[in-house]
């Protein structure tokens, strides 16, 4: 520890830490640009000057960049010195000499890191008065949009879009007083992280576009705290709301989960809120006249009267809303929703995670790997966020040598500039070629046997108690001896899989290498699908297989389905018999789907924006979600749907529902302590969705009704749905919005970090369900090697970022991203089958009539016998099992367009 | 100077540029460490590195052309467009500038009838600035070519152009 003085304060701060990083958790103000927490000093913009004193003598001082400055114990410093506030003032005035001079029309107003450094620094008059340099603009696809006038060139985003983000199409060209930061020709920025530049660019180069087009200042954004549902990560967001209408997503910082990033999914997905897809209305045989309370009574009715029901839960529901249907159902009436694949897939991992003694580790923690082992998974496109974070651990090995050389980590361009053959030790064991192949150390190309199979042989090699696979090539041998020797010198190996490969086997197999590992602290994590995938394993329920059979076979008669797309989850034959089967079906959604087509009732549910849950992420971290803005009647949450249709129900409130949800199952205990509940007061008031200076509340709605409406009530949560009462200081899990006074922008955060980058002050939000314990055996069930049958290939579902979640995809700037109806195909098998890119293949089930006819995408890196799709896109919801096809080349006169046979 | 244009347009790299920027491929660990000398091995077959050129080029280094375009309009002395034979480099560094060098520049640009940039009708000269070439104490100083001329006054500007 070293004691500072400050302007004649005494401070204790650590050795060797950056001054500007201190200064700024210690809560003064000190400007700057180029430095950002998550990517360290440059010292490029000489906007953190200090005065810095030789010793108790020195009067006079000179000027350091706080940012550059290590701390160092008996350190004297002064911001407020007349030298380095005049400089800073100078020097932001020379900044500015080629800014515009209309921030009222720039959308970075109101939250913009230029304006308050601006205001910091001091510089209020304008002096130049000659010719601006002024740049053209590109279009950078449907995220982002381009202001480049508005530059200082502080270097961020190229900071963080290609040394962080490991992105290569945004770049910097020219040079002194004339850079410009773009791509080389117009198009979409490639990155899945772009969003970030829009928090990242301290000025209003870089906005949403998506914000573009409804857009309102941060002020008049009504917020509260809110958790992603586009991943199994649960990255923490602050969605902000205008006029009904949820108007876009940006980060809220989770010093353990997301920190200070998003991904572009996560960001830019949330148009489906808005849609006109949306279900408003209870529909009864399609018909709009029944009231809600009528359709209340005809569900508890039809609880009442009907021979059997049974209620489908969902991955993208809340615990609270599955665990009414299970309730109003009964225990035993409760199916999970899932396939049998997903089940069995998320069974074995909460059974690993629950029992098996391995840490799983937030993403704070997986940037701490020395070793990482991926497997199977393409984490860029199924677990996003988590791929930022491995993209952190590759640089370990570097910070080792620079810490070695006394070089603080802090010091990004040093640091970057130790360009050596020493990397971290990372490999990816995948279906083909991931987004993480730059950062991969070897990289392997399998089918999932295959994978599973290398993952055997590794933990053998780790521990010859391990069970070993017979019958492997002296290259996978070789590979798995020296992917081994890596992970057992690592000190915090890091082992990653998940559901995206359907495997069993390749699951349980990086369970035996996290298990033969000898360190102490390693770590093994699994990506889930879906928000709340993990929350329903430990939950528990029937498949949905079992759901069909009680139908089927007429145990039961009716059917409750909650926010669930059963055509997502089975084939279109035995979801159509399933729902024709069914004397009632009650479908409970927001967006128009199949599903919800077939329903006799169907119940309009509010989303993620306009209701309150709890969701658990894969690593067992439960979240609370709160309502940004009131819903209109008739649409409700789906809890309050289900339990409004429990007569005698005690649950009249969320938190009644959340604690009997806590109380029923032991591994939840603790999700009634996620967040302080409904009667939280702050300084004797409910939390404020709204910024004290929110406009207009008064007229916004006067032309509907020119008298002034009484906001709506929040019975179930600590917020308001107001401006009045205080948000600083108030728990970070009820943090609606990141600012304090001088800091309008996200880059507040600092102000309530317990150090810059460390936890929230209070505990960063969330609390984690499951702890290791126990120690499972090993797994022996080792598949045996994959082989391509001649004139059979087997569907590999390939998720997308953009376009296997279902949700995002309603939102069209995502939509505009997806990927094409595709399949991709090894080329020697495209030779054997006589086509070339694009050639139509015509795809069928064995014994069967076509499915689907897609142009062929030729993929070196994919194995001989498998067919990779996108998974999951609307048109392929027939081709995404991990089933074997037969493949036909369609002659080319055929109109070239795909299409599905359903 | 249109169909000049269209003749230095070429598409990818020659054997003969692909066959120089791989040797010096061979002389680094890492490719992109070849940036500058790559685009300096274009320009000299080509007088300039066209799109197409840089793309090819990025190719070659294992870079996207966004990264390769950084470099190469970092560098004063790598021509992202067409150039006249010879390029007339004047310095409009601060003792230059003192002495005269605006002059300099409007002289030349008359003279020629171009705009900085831009490529003389006959093809034969383009005028671009430069920071200090490394003799304050002749200044106003420009480059033709190669050549260095000192303390050019404004019938040096005609003399330089006569010849
Ligand atoms: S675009 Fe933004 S982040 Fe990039 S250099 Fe300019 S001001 Fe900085
Ligand atoms: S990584 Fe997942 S949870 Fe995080 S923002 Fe992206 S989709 Fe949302
Ligand atoms: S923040 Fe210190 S120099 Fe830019």
Redesign the interface.
């Given at each position: 520890m070293a004691t500072i003085e400050i302007d004649g304060k005494h401070y204790e701060a650590q050795d060797g830490q950056s001054l500007l990083a201190v200064c700024l958790s210690f809560g003064l103000n000190l400007p700057y640009f180029c430095w950002h927490p998550a990517m360290g000093s440059v010292g490029a913009c000489r906007q953190c000057a200090v005065l810095q004193y030789q010793n108790p003598e020195d009067k006079r001082g000179r000027l350091v960049m706080a940012c550059m400055t290590p701390v160092a114990d008996a350190m004297r410093i002064s911001i407020e010195a007349v030298p380095a506030s005049q400089f800073r003032r100078e020097n932001i005035e020379l900044l500015m000499i080629n800014h515009p001079h209309d921030c009222p029309v720039c959308e970075e107003g109101g939250e913009c890191h230029l304006q308050d450094m601006t205001e910091m620094s001091g510089h209020t008059f304008r002096r130049y008065r000659g010719q601006k340099r002024t740049h053209a603009n590109q279009y950078l696809g449907p995220f982002i949009n381009h202001e480049m006038n508005r530059c200082i060139a502080c270097y961020r985003c190229v900071r963080f879009y290609d040394d962080y983000a490991g992105g290569n199409d945004l770049q910097v060209f020219g040079m002194h007083n004339n850079v410009y930061f773009g791509r080389f020709e117009e198009g979409a920025l490639e990155n899945e992280f772009s969003g970030n530049l829009v928090e990242v660019c301290p000025t209003g180069v870089f906005t949403d576009r998506t914000f573009s087009a409804h857009y309102a200042r941060k002020w008049d954004l009504q917020t509260a705290p809110s958790v992603c549902i586009h991943c199994g990560l649960g990255c923490n967001t602050a969605p902000g709301e205008r006029y009904g209408q949820l108007r876009r997503i940006i980060n809220r910082y989770n010093g353990e989960v997301n920190g200070y990033f998003l991904c572009d999914r996560g960001r830019f997905g949330y148009g489906f809120v808005n849609s006109p897809e949306r279900i408003r209305e209870p529909l009864l045989d399609g018909r709009s006249e029944i009231t809600p309370q009528a359709a209340v009574n005809y569900l508890d009715n039809l609880c009442q009267t009907a021979k059997g029901v049974i209620g489908i839960g969902s991955p993208r529901a809340s615990l609270e809303a599955n665990f009414a249907l299970r309730t109003l159902v009964g225990e035993e009436n409760f199916f999970l929703g899932l396939n049998d694949i997903e089940h069995t897939l998320l069974s074995t991992i909460f059974n690993i995670l629950r029992n098996c003694g391995i840490h799983t580790p937030s993403l704070r923690e997986i940037e701490q790997a020395d070793a990482v082992l991926i497997m199977g998974e393409d984490v860029t496109h199924t677990a996003p966020r988590l791929a930022l974070s491995l993209r952190q651990s590759a640089r370990n090995a570097t910070f080792d040598l620079a810490r070695s050389l006394k070089i603080a980590p802090w010091q990004d361009a040093a640091v970057r500039e130790l360009k050596t053959q020493i990397k971290t030790p990372i490999f990816i064991a995948s279906v083909c070629a991931t987004r993480l192949d730059d950062i991969a150390t070897d990289t392997f190309h399998g089918s999932p046997e295959d994978i599973a199979r290398l993952g055997f042989a590794i933990a053998h090699r780790l521990d010859d108690q391990a069970p070993a696979p017979e019958l492997m090539s002296d290259a996978e041998n070789s590979l798995a001896t020296a992917i081994a020797a890596e992970l057992k010198q690592a000190k915090c190996p890091l082992i990653v899989s998940g559901t995206s490969c359907a495997s069993i086997a390749v699951i349980q197999s990086a369970y035996n290498i996290a298990k033969a590992l000898p360190s102490k602290d390693k770590q093994l994590t699994f990506t889930v699908p879906e928000c709340n995938s993990l929350g329903l394993a430990i939950m528990g329920g029937g498949r949905l297989r079992q759901a069909f059979e009680r139908i089927n076979e007429g145990v039961a008669d009716s059917v409750i389905v909650l926010e669930n797309d059963l055509y997502r989850r089975a084939h279109s034959q035995t979801v159509d018999l399933f729902l024709q089967s069914a004397a009632h079906v009650v479908v409970m959604d927001s967006l128009r789907n199949k599903t919800a087509e077939q329903s006799e009732l169907l119940l309009p549910t509010a989303t993620f924006a306009e209701s309150e849950g709890t969701l658990v992420n894969n690593e067992g971290r439960a979240q609370r979600y709160f309502p940004v803005y009131a819903v209109s009647e008739p649409v409700r949450g789906s809890w309050q749907w289900l339990t409004s249709a429990m007569e005698d129900s005690e649950w009249r409130h969320h938190d009644d529902l959340t604690a009997a949800c806590a109380q029923a199952f032991p591994d939840l205990a603790a999700i009634a302590q996620v967040a302080p509940g409904a009667a939280y007061r702050f300084k004797g008031s409910k939390i404020p969705r709204q910024p004290e200076r929110y406009s207009g509340r008064a007229a916004m709605f006067a032309n509907i009704n020119v008298r002034e409406p009484a906001p709506p009530q929040d019975l179930e949560t600590p917020f308001s749905f107001s401006m009045e009462g205080v948000t600083a200081q108030v728990p970070p899990a009820l943090l609606p919005v990141i600012r304090a006074p001088g800091w309008n922008s996200n880059q507040a955060v600092n102000q309530f970090e317990e150090g810059v980058e460390g936890h929230l002050r209070g505990g960063d939000p969330g609390m984690r369900l499951i702890e290791a314990s126990g120690n499972l055996a090993w797994f022996n069930d080792i598949p045996s090697a994959f082989k391509a049958e001649e004139g059979q290939w087997r569907i590999m579902p390939l998720p997308h970022i953009f376009g296997s979640e279902e949700l995002s995809l309603h939102s069209a700037p995502i939509a505009e991203r997806r990927p094409a109806p595709k399949i991709l195909l090894n080329p020697l098998d495209a030779q054997a089958l006589g086509v070339v890119n694009g050639d139509r293949l015509e795809i069928s089930r064995s014994m069967e009539t076509a499915i689907a006819t897609l142009p062929v995408q030729i993929e070196t890196t994919l194995p001989r016998g498998l067919l990779g799709v996108p998974a999951i896109l609307p048109e392929n919801q027939q081709i995404n099992n991990p089933e074997r096809v037969t493949l036909k080349k369609v002659a080319a006169e055929a109109e070239n367009k795909p299409e599905i046979f359903l | 100077m249109k169909e000049l244009i269209e003749k230095q347009k070429f598409t990818g790299l020659s054997a003969a540029e692909v066959e120089e920027i791989n040797a010096e491929i061979s002389h680094y660990?890492?490719k992109s460490a070849v940036s500058i000398e790559a685009l300096k091995i274009v320009q000299k077959y080509r007088g300039w590195v066209s799109d197409e050129c840089l793309i090819a080029a990025a190719e070659l280094l294992d870079?996207?052309?966004?990264?390769l375009?950084?470099v190469a309009?970092?560098y004063n002395l790598i021509y992202r467009q067409p150039v006249g034979k010879t390029v007339i480099h004047y310095c409009n560094s601060v003792t230059c500038w003192m002495l005269g060098a605006e002059k300099v520049r409007q002289r030349l640009c008359e003279h020629l009838h171009v705009e900085l940039g831009e490529m003389s009708d006959d093809g034969a000269y383009t005028v671009l600035p430069i920071v200090c070439l490394g003799a304050c104490d002749h200044a106003p100083v420009v480059m033709v070519g190669k050549e260095l001329c000192l303390d050019v006054i404004e019938n040096t500007v005609s003399e330089i152009l006569g010849r």
């Open positions: - | 660990e890492d870079m996207s052309p966004a990264q375009e950084g309009t970092f």
